[in-house]
């Protein structure tokens, strides 16, 4: 029996000002409403596939929150759904075994044969894609219907190596402060950052294999995020997709 979500909390994170979505439900349904509240953000989410960042925070045995990339081509609209989906892939992918213990139990109470499905494509992609040795039979699956090829999606991929050879030759990061008036400050850091899911991605992988980073416009993805970051696009709504918090 699934675990019953009875509280639901969304606040709509990106958008017109005027016009966020919001609310709080509680009770029986909590769930459904907060599935309509999404809804109406991808109504209202522009027409080119550019997502609205939405929070989600709901309570069923645990207080839990999400992050949702909401688009009006009906991607992430369901609560569900997107808690499986992360907590599976975060029942391989945290390092800390407890953390990986609590995301698998959450996962198993909302949905048990969506969790397992989800949790062996994690490990697919974690043994092919994440490690830069091949395409999961997901992506392959995707390029065989003619969805575009894993890479094919506007995401590059680089060894850390390479990606800091192009992107931070001296091997610092900066951000740079300032307005009208010109500029104010300039911070320098050493770290490279998912700026997706917010982790530090580091050069090398557990394994002694360079790490791959994902690049998308202006984003630097870990291995994971990239992964997520390709199904989406590829496979469109009900892609192994999820967040993880950073």
């Known amino acids: 029996m699934s675990a019953e979500i009875v509280r639901v909390v969304v606040s709509q994170a990106e958008g017109l000002t005027g016009s966020l979505v ?29 997502y609205f960042k939405t929070d989600v925070e709901f309570r069923m045995v645990y207080d839990l929150t999400s992050r949702h990339d909401v688009t009006r081509q009906g991607t ?3 609560i569900r759904t997107h808690a499986v989906q992360w907590l599976a892939w975060a029942s391989v992918g945290q390092t800390d075994e407890a953390d990986r213990d609590i995301a698998w139990a959450c996962a198993v109470l ?4 969506m969790a397992r499905a989800e949790q062996a494509n994690a490990r697919r ?12 039979p997901t992506h392959t699956e995707a390029r065989q219907r003619g969805l575009g090829a894993t890479t094919g999606t506007g995401v590059e991929r680089l060894r850390f190596s390479e990606w800091m ?14 307005g009208p008036e010109g500029v104010t400050d ?19 992988q557990d394994d002694g294999t360079e790490t791959v980073v994902g690049v998308d416009g202006d984003d630097a993805l870990c291995p994971s995020c990239t992964v997520r970051r390709e199904a989406r696009r590829n496979n469109g709504p009900g892609a192994p997709y999820i967040e993880e918090a950073g």
Do not use: S, Y
């Not at 029986?28 to 550019?50: C, F, H, I, K, S």
């Not at 909302?110 to 044969?113: S, Y």
């Not at 992609?125 to 999961?136: D, N, S």
């Not at 982790?199 to 090398?204: H, L």
């Open 22 to 50: 919001t609310g709080t439900w509680e009770g029986a349904d909590a769930e459904a409403r907060g599935n309509a509240a999404l809804q109406r953000v991808a109504r209202r989410a522009p027409e080119n596939g550019t």
């Open 125 to 136: 992609c974690q043994e092919t894609c994440q490690a830069g040795r091949g395409t999961c």
């Open 186 to 204: 300039i911070i320098e850091f050493d770290d490279v950052v998912c700026d997706h899911c917010n982790t530090t991605i580091p050069a090398m």
């Open 76 to 78: 992430d609209e369901t």
């Open 110 to 113: 909302l949905d048990r044969e």
């Open 165 to 178: 050879k192009r992107e931070r030759p001296d091997g610092r990061g900066r951000i740079v402060i300032g």
